[in-house]
């Protein structure tokens, strides 16, 4: 007999996680049974089993539970990020439906891939040996291929879907010699064993080169410069809900894994890994605020606005503190609500307007046409450009003061240039919805169905609220970021 | 003992390294894939090299987790080719270019 007790099953911990998989499983099979014009229900179902996951997360708040040989482990960092997670899925499930049957693809199958994905961001979260880190960032990878080439007889989703296909497994193959090499310097997997013979011995050339490839596959993921260049294209290729999703949990995911790796398992060696993360955050930084000026696609300029925000998040880890990460941990909360807001903007617009919806010249005179979209539109652009009183002001402000007290004076130099570059587009977005319409006479006003209302104007009330009273939640982030391991 | 675990650990940065070069150079789609195969490959030597070295089970553990995992990859990576193919377009990523701006 073999003696289980020491491998410390314990499925609590992962309750989350099964509790999300058997929705899948559960959906993969109603969609053989359920008549195709009743697939509306499945997004119901899904939605039902994202609440039961969201539920099944409580226990886990507070809790300090290493299950399953030190691979992954139920604590108030996971919860938190399972919390992120969920309700983006959940918020993505509801407003899909509508969006997909505008564009003929209203497949069973959609779901059963989105609940594929959350399982591997929840495991990412959760996620404390390399083993199940590789495991999740594939399960969520693997699914995203297939989502974003969803519309699959529309050749930029395909396009999409083929890039980010490519250039996916690429930084699979770095991130995975990455391991390999931390695996032969430290003899160990688990972020545990990793932590204790880093702390014992210091570092080797072997473990910092395992590092650098480590973060270039992490970077990839969450599209951080110079490893973002798939992000624009596979953000504009893919059907819009699932880059809404994508953008925002798959980047909350992989800051779930960069933020525990870093400050948990490599904080004795942190001069080592400074500069690449630092460099990466500048880069990231510059070339997402830059870019984005340029850009005359609305999910093109989110995409390059979402690799600047990826350098902004990467500020809060770069001191190595816990307050840092707490304050990383509550922007990946302000850009998951703020964010998901303008995408999901973006996907109303899309699905009355079709695929030229993207394109900014579209946008002119939307105040006029459609003032719901255009209002919460325009508070989720100020609150990524980072003007009080939003929660992006406050987000911004509490990764600057670590560096301020760590006096690492030129990442947040960089910063606040770029912050005030960054103004220029995202307000550029908010007076071309101003500008009145060229036509004469007013357009009729056609309505936003009441559940994508519902939510944008919770969410954009999330982005106001949070900016008013932020320490609510940067307490929740400050408990999630005291890390054990 | 035979051959020392470092010869594997040389082998198998150069497969890596063709393996990343052809990534960079070829521009027909499955010549890639299977490219980023040879990658994967190398850091499967990786790990049973290094998990001979220390004696330990996680490196063969986790090169079976990467076989297991890359199958996976590969059948719905060969779905999305077959299906650009199908599509009409030229194995070339090169030409992939409808949203340049």
Redesign the interface.
Not at chain 1, 294 to 297: F, I, R
């Given at each position: 007999m073999i003696d289980t007790s020491r491998l410390g099953i314990d499925y609590g911990v992962l309750l989350p996680e099964l509790v999300v998989t058997a929705t899948a499983l559960l959906v993969l099979v109603l969609d053989l049974l359920i008549p195709p014009g009743r697939r509306r229900w499945l997004a119901a179902v899904s939605a039902l089993g994202l609440l039961l996951a969201l539920l099944a997360t409580v226990p886990l708040w507070g809790a300090d539970r290493s299950a399953f040989s030190g691979t992954v482990i139920g604590d108030s960092f996971a919860a938190f990020f399972d919390v992120i997670l969920l309700s983006t899925g959940l918020l993505t499930v509801l407003i899909s439906p509508r969006f997909l049957r505008s564009l003929g693809l209203e497949y069973g199958e959609y779901y059963v891939l989105t609940l594929a994905a959350m399982a591997g961001m929840m495991l990412l979260a959760a996620a404390t040996s390399?083993?199940t880190i590789?495991?999740g960032i594939?399960l969520l990878s693997?699914a995203l291929?297939?989502l974003a080439?969803f519309a699959?007889?529309n050749?930029?989703s395909?396009?999409?879907?083929?890039?980010y296909?490519?250039l996916g497994?690429?930084a699979?193959?770095f991130l995975?010699?990455g391991?390999?090499?931390i695996?032969?310097a430290t003899?160990?997997?688990t972020l545990h064993g990793i932590a204790q013979f880093v702390g014992a011995s210091g570092s080797s050339v072997l473990l910092l080169v395992g590092i650098g490839f480590l973060v270039v596959g992490l970077a990839f993921k969450a599209s951080a410069a110079p490893f973002h260049m798939w992000t624009?294209?596979v953000y504009?290729?893919a059907p819009t809900v699932v880059t809404t999703f994508m953008s925002v949990a798959t980047k909350a995911a992989a800051f779930a894994v960069i933020g525990r790796v870093f400050v948990a398992a490599f904080p004795t060696i942190r001069a080592d890994w400074y500069f690449p993360l630092a460099f990466v955050a500048i880069v990231s930084l510059g070339i997402g605020n830059f870019v984005a000026i340029?850009?005359?696609?609305l999910k093109?300029l989110l995409a390059y606005s979402g690799i600047a925000q990826a350098g902004y998040i990467l500020l809060g880890i770069l001191p190595g503190s816990s307050e840092g990460l707490a304050a990383s941990l509550f922007y990946v909360a302000a850009y998951a609500v703020m964010n998901f807001g303008a995408f999901a903007v973006v996907t109303a617009v899309e699905t009355r307007v079709g695929e030229g919806g993207t394109e900014i010249p579209a946008w002119t005179g939307l105040f006029y046409r459609q003032p719901l979209l255009a209002t919460t539109m325009t508070v989720f652009m100020l609150s990524l450009a980072g003007i009080p009183p939003t929660v992006g002001f406050f987000a911004k402000l509490f990764v600057f003061r670590p560096l301020v007290e760590a006096q690492l004076w030129a990442p947040l130099a960089v910063a606040i240039v770029t912050t005030v570059i960054s103004f220029y587009y995202y307000l550029r977005v908010v007076v071309v919805m101003l500008t009145a319409p060229e036509e004469a006479g007013r357009p009729a006003r056609e309505p936003v169905s009441r559940v994508m209302g519902a939510i944008l104007v919770f969410c954009s009330i999330a982005t106001i609220v949070l900016g008013v009273f932020p320490t609510v939640v940067f307490d929740w982030a400050r408990t999630a970021a005291a890390l054990h391991l | 003992m035979g051959v020392p675990a470092y010869e594997f650990?040389w082998l198998?940065g150069v497969l890596?390294t063709l393996?990343?070069i052809g990534?960079l150079i070829r521009r027909n789609?499955l010549v890639?894939?299977m490219c980023?195969e040879l990658?994967?490959n190398?850091?499967n030597l990786?790990?049973a090299a290094?998990s001979r070295?220390?004696n330990?089970l996680?490196?063969v553990?986790?090169a079976f987790?990467?076989i297991t995992?890359s199958a996976?990859?590969v059948v719905?990576?060969i779905?999305?080719?077959v299906?650009?193919y199908r599509?009409g377009?030229a194995m070339d990523?090169d030409e992939?270019d409808?949203?340049k701006?």
């Open positions: 390399l083993m590789f495991l594939e693997i291929y297939v080439g699959r007889r050749l930029r395909q396009e999409s879907a083929l890039k296909l490519l497994g690429f699979s193959g995975l010699y391991m390999a090499l695996y032969g003899g160990a997997t624009p294209d504009q290729g340029t850009q005359s696609n093109r | 650990l198998s890596f393996g990343a990534v789609p890639i894939f980023i990658m994967l190398a850091v990786a790990f290094i070295y220390l330990s996680d490196g553990a986790f987790l990467v995992v996976a990859e719905v990576g779905a999305i080719i299906q650009v599509a377009r990523v992939m409808l949203m701006e």
